[in-house]
DNA sequence: GTCTATACGCGGATAGAC
DNA sequence: GTCTATCCGCGTATAGAC
C-alpha cells in the first residue's frame, strides 16, 4: 500500500465515523451515545474509530465543528448594500435550503443549545453575538431609513431562525402531522416562498 | 404515622422525582439521563426513586405526561366565534407566556421530538393531526370570508409554533445572545407585542 | 495501521434488612 | 415504607497481537 493510499482510508475511515455519529449523537445525545454504537454504523471495530479520534469527546467536537462551518458556508450573509428586501429574500432562501438539506446539523445543534450549550458557550458568547450585534444594526439602519417598519431587529432574527430551522428540528413531528414519509424538493420553494413573503408583509417591505 | 401522613410523602416525593427528572432528562437525553444523578439531585436513595417509578422508563413518562398535560391546558384555543384577531392574540400570547414560564417543558418535548418522537409518535399521529386539521379549517374559513391573506395554514401554525417556542428551547443562546443571566417579566410583553403585530401584519389583519 | 482481548468502572435493577 | 448491599451487564479505553 502507498501512503497515498492510506491517507485515503485515512480520510474515507474519518468520514464515515462523523457522518454515523452524527446520527448516534441526535439519536441518543452525547451522553447517551455509545463508541460501539458509532463504530457499527460506520462498519468500522470499535478500535478503529477510537484509534482515529482518541475519545468520544474528540469524535462529538468534530461533529460540531462540521457544523458550525455548515453554518457558516450556507447561511449566506445579510449586507446593506442589498437592501431589505434582496437581503431578506436571500437569508430566508438560504435558511430554509439548510434546513431541507441538512436538517441533522441544525438537530446536532439545537439539541446542544437545548441542552445548555456546554460545548457552544464560547462560540455563543463571541462569533454569535457579534453576528447579531452587526446585522441588528443594518436592520436599524433600513429602519431609520423608513425602509422598513420599526421593530426590535434582535426580535427578527430570532422570527426567521426559529421559523426556517423549525422545519429541519421538528422534521418528524411535521411530517407525522402532514402524514408523510419524506419532504419533497418542492416543500423548499413552498416554504421559501410563503416565509419570505410573510416575513416582508409584517416588516411592510413593499 | 398516619395514613395521611404516608400519602403526603409519597406525593411529595413522585413530585421531587419528577421535577429532578426533567432537569435530568434536558442535560442527558433519556439514554443518557442516569437514575442515581435523579435520585441524588432528588435528594433521595436511589432504591426510592425506583420504587416509586419502577424504572427509568416509566419516569420518563411521565415527566412527557406532565408535559403534554401542561401544553393541553397552557395552549388556550383557537376558536372560530373569536375571529382571527382574537384567536391569534390570544393564542400567541398564551404560547409565549408557556415558553418563558415553563421553558423546560418546552425543551423535553424538542428533545423528544429532535430524537425522532419515539415515545410520542402516537401522540402526534393521533392527537396533534387532529388539532392541526381542526385549526386549519377555521384559518381557511377566516380566508375565504377574506379576513385574513391566503396562505397555507399548516405554514401558519408552524410559524407561530415555531417563533414562540423558540424563546423557550434556545433560551441558554437567546440569554448569552443578549448578554444577560436571566428573562425579566417585561421580556414577556414585549415579545407577545412583537410577535402578535408581525403575525397580524403578515396576515393582513387590520 | 488494524483489530482482538481485556481491565475497570458505572448504571439499572433487585433482594432483603430494618 | 425506606434504605443498604449487591448482582450483572454495558461502556470507555487501552494493551498488545498481527
Redesign the interface.
Known sequence: MTDKKQGQIRIKSQEKILLAAQDEF????????TVQSIADLAGLPKANVLYYFKNKENIYHAVLERTLDMWDQGIGDIVYEDGPKVAIEKFVSAKVKMSFHHPKAS?IY??E?????QHL?EF??TY??KW?RDKSKIFQRWIDEGRM?N??P??LI??I???T???A??E???L????RADYEEDDVE??TD??TQ??L??L?IQ
Not at 176 to 179: G, K, L, Q, R, V
Request: proline share 0%; no cysteine.
Open positions: 441526535i439519536s441518543n445525545g452525547y451522553k447517551g451515545a438537530k439545537a439539541m443549545i437545548i441542552q445548555g450549550a458557550k455563543a458568547r454569535l453575538r447579531v417598519i421593530i426590535e434582535i426580535n430570532f422570527l431562525w426559529s421559523s430551522q423549525h422545519y428540528d421538528f418528524t413531528q411535521i407525522t402531522i402532514m402524514n413552498q416554504v410563503f416565509l410573510f416575513i408583509r409584517g411592510e
